[in-house]
């Protein structure tokens, strides 16, 4: 099987790349950081499999897989992403993709999901597929800090408790990018209009749990 890795984070790109080469029988044929830089690198290398990032400078991951398999059709496009939302997922899925994996994914988790796409189907993370598929059994939506992932919970207990997006992003081994992001989507999730009332909100909820 041979994959290109698109990310934009240069020791993303390159941990992965040892983690597909512990892999049986895949090679990493390249690596892209940016939109057009993949596009090009999928002609000359003609990869089994891309795996994208969602977020990239310039145009999108999204924006990318669909110039790459209107030139490849017989290539897989597997997005790999920190945004998790059902939105997301649909877009990436509805545009072509041939399955989602979440970046907090185990490596077996990855493996599964190289090996599906090669095989033709569309794979979804264990915990995003529960998600898509609640609506279908009438479960309830989740709200407010329930709706929140269980990194974003985390990263809200630690804003609770004062933590900066640096502090963050250096105890749980992530960019500051990637908090920021977090941070973002949780004050939509929340319904949080300034980050003060992120922090307000955090606090609240870490002495509820304690």
Do not use: W, Y
Not at 98 to 115: N, S, T, Y
């Amino acid at each position: 099987m041979r994959v290109l890795i698109v990310d934009d984070h240069t020791l993303v790109r390159a941990g992965l790349c040892r983690l597909l080469q512990g892999f049986g029988d895949v090679d990493v044929c390249g690596e892209a950081s940016r939109a057009d830089e993949a596009f090009d690198l999928s002609l000359i290398h003609r990869p089994d499999v891309v795996l994208m990032d969602l977020s990239l400078p310039g145009r999108s991951g999204i924006e990318a897989m669909v110039a790459i398999r209107n030139e490849l059709p017989a290539t897989r496009v597997l997005i790999m992403s920190m945004h998790d939302d059902s939105q997301h997922v649909r877009t990436a899925i509805e545009r072509g993709a041939c399955g989602f994996i979440v970046k907090d994914a185990a490596p077996l988790e990855l493996e599964l999901a190289l090996r599906t796409a090669m095989s033709g189907q569309v794979f979804l993370s264990p915990r995003l597929s529960s998600r898509m598929m609640a609506p279908m059994f009438g479960r309830e939506k989740a709200v407010g800090v329930d709706a929140l992932s269980p990194r974003q919970r985390q990263i809200l207990g630690m804003i609770g408790r004062g933590l900066g997006n640096k502090e963050i992003g250096a105890e749980l081994g992530i960019s500051v990018k990637t908090v920021e992001t977090h941070r973002a989507r949780m004050m939509e999730a929340l319904g949080c209009r300034r980050a003060n009332e992120l922090v307000v909100l955090a606090a609240r909820h870490l002495q509820e749990v304690v």
